[in-house]
């Protein structure tokens, strides 16, 4: 199995700023990815974090709004970028091993936006 | 483009109780069917995997059963319990590791 946490748990921000939300694994993953979760929704994945490589962006959401980085095979970050009331979601972070196909996730992040 | 369903949208039942809980998706070439529950604050846990060529899983009190043919997995629990009561997320796994998951069906046992 693998141990996620989320940095911060939970945050309230003024509408046009911009948030970075941390993401760390406790081994070496092979894959990384980043869902939201607005209120009464689904999780959606946003996308794959590639390490040493930009990120694989689902249909519907771009780079320039949501910025990631993975410098290694543990950590990643997701950066909501010029925020408007329409981003206040969960935001999680979850990864797969190599050797098994169940994905675990973290704790998640509680975004507000005002 | 891959939709899941997850009927009932809620459900309370008493301590005891058998229950079933439903998933339906509409692209039968699934990957596998994953369960997970979501606790406040705790994220997602996974409960049960089931691959493509599998017909069921189980653990414990959980039993998780596939049909591809038909698009639809139950999740059926027995002798539920207080701590059961969270919300139960469906999730098929297609292609490059993407799953698509349900809106959740959020389940409460009563003493």
């Known amino acids: 199995s693998a141990v996620i946490s989320q940095k911060p748990s939970r945050d309230i921000c003024q509408r046009g700023t911009s948030l970075t939300i941390q993401c760390q694994v406790d081994?070496?993953?092979?894959?990384m990815f980043w869902y939201r979760q607005q209120p009464g929704q689904s999780l959606t994945l946003i996308a794959t974090?590639?390490?040493?490589?930009?990120?694989?962006?689902e249909s519907g959401f771009v780079i320039d709004k949501f910025p990631i980085s993975r410098p290694n095979l543990t950590f990643s970050t997701l950066t909501v970028s010029n925020m408007s009331p329409e981003d206040s979601s969960i935001y999680l972070c979850?990864?797969?091993?190599?050797?098994?196909?169940?994905?675990?996730f973290g704790p998640g992040t509680r975004l507000l936006v005002l | 483009k891959q939709e899941v369903t997850q009927i009932p949208a809620a459900l309370s039942v008493p301590e005891g109780e058998n229950l079933v809980l439903n998933c339906s998706f509409t692209?039968?070439?699934?990957?596998?069917l994953q369960w997970f529950r979501q606790d406040p604050g705790k994220g997602l846990t996974s409960l049960l995997l089931?691959?493509?060529?599998?017909r069921e899983q189980t653990s414990g009190r959980l039993n998780a059963s596939l049909d591809k043919s038909s698009g639809r997995s139950t999740l059926y629990i027995a002798a539920s319990q207080p701590g059961d009561s969270t919300t139960y997320l469906c999730?098929?796994?297609?292609?490059?590791?993407?799953?698509?998951f349900g809106k959740g069906t959020m389940l409460l046992v009563s003493p």
């Open positions: 974090a590639n390490q040493g490589s930009e990120a694989t962006y």
């Open positions: 081994s070496q993953v092979t894959m």
């Open positions: 089931i691959q493509s060529s599998q």
């Open positions: 979850s990864v797969r091993l190599t050797t098994q196909e169940t994905q675990y």
């Open positions: 692209d039968s070439a699934i990957y596998n």
């Open positions: 999730a098929a796994g297609s292609g490059y590791s993407t799953l698509t």
